[in-house]
């Protein structure tokens, strides 16, 4: 059976992504850190449609949690597709940011996928996937994320690294560079703000969870074995570097 793991898998993008995945046929091992009801709640959906899943409490800025889930039986097993989905963005002004701040959003962002990465790249498969979320922002930075920017921008650019360096192995990763997304990141939009955004978006639309899942999907399958290392824009024209 080909596994996939989903950091982060049990709400928003992630959990598109892991119920994408699971329609490919992967059984999935998603973890989440804070909300367990909608990951539990992702995971029945999974096992419904007749797809194994489970989910694992994992925080991924604490290593000795990182440590445990790669000890899940699964893990040992193989992991065929692996997806570095967590994140945590506080809209913060990049001249009122603090230190503390800042550490606390690259040990999430940035810090937290290099440890599970680290954690289990022992047990990926030969032909192993990774796919990295990043974000837009990490490429053109924000006046209300100068952490959020920063912690992006690392993970791209380690993330391309890897990809370079595992490339002679047979493995990928690649980065998907999200716009505006439908999950609760955007919540404390105003109707006049959501209606800006989507004016703003050339397609003139907010993306769904499911436009990037689909995405992932076509990483982790064979239609892209020859791309590796590439950061895939998917925002609806809203920024075309
Ligand atoms: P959500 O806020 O809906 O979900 C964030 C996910 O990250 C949750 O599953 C959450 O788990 C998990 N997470 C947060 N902190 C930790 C932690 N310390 N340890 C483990 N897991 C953690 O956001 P989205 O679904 O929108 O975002 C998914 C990814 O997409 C993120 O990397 C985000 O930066 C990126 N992105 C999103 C965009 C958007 O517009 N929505 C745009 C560009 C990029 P739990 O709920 O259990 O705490």
């Given at each position: 059976m080909r596994t996939a793991l989903v950091t982060g898998g049990g709400r928003g993008i992630g959990a598109a992504i892991?119920?994408?995945?699971?329609?490919?046929?992967?059984?999935i091992l998603l973890t989440y850190c804070n909300s367990s009801k909608p990951a539990e709640m992702v995971v029945d959906e999974i096992r419904n449609s007749g797809i194994d899943a489970v989910a694992a409490n994992c925080d991924v800025t604490d290593a000795r949690e990182v440590a445990l889930l790669a000890t899940h039986p699964w893990v040992s097993e193989g992991i065929d597709v692996l997806v570095l989905n967590h994140g945590r963005y506080d809209?913060?002004?990049a001249k009122?940011?603090?230190?503390?701040?800042?550490?606390?959003?690259?040990?999430?962002?940035?810090?937290?996928?290099?440890?599970?990465?680290?954690?289990?790249?022992?047990?990926?498969?030969?032909?192993?996937?990774?796919?990295?979320?990043?974000?837009?922002?990490?490429?053109?930075?924000?006046?209300?994320?100068?952490?959020?920017?920063?912690?992006?921008?690392?993970?791209?650019?380690?993330?391309?690294?890897?990809?370079?360096?595992?490339?002679?192995?047979?493995?990928r990763v690649n980065v998907i560079a999200p716009g505006f997304v439908d999950t609760d990141i955007l919540s404390g939009d105003s109707p006049q703000k959501r209606a800006s955004r989507e004016e703003e978006v050339p397609l003139k639309r907010i993306g769904t969870p499911e436009d990037i899942a689909g995405v992932v999907s076509f990483l982790a399958g064979d239609k892209s074995s020859y791309i590796t290392g590439a950061v895939i824009h998917v925002n609806g024209g809203l920024y075309l570097p």
């Open positions: 892991s119920k994408q995945l699971a329609s490919d046929g992967y059984r809209r913060i002004d009122e940011l603090e230190l503390e701040h800042l550490r606390r959003t690259m040990a999430t962002n940035f810090e937290g996928a290099f440890l599970v990465w680290d954690a289990t790249k022992s047990s990926l498969t030969e032909n192993a996937r990774i796919c990295v979320i990043g974000s837009q922002l990490g490429t053109r930075g924000s006046a209300h994320g100068a952490d959020y920017s920063a912690s992006k921008a690392a993970l791209s650019i380690w993330a391309r690294s890897l990809a370079q360096s595992l490339a002679p192995e047979g493995k």
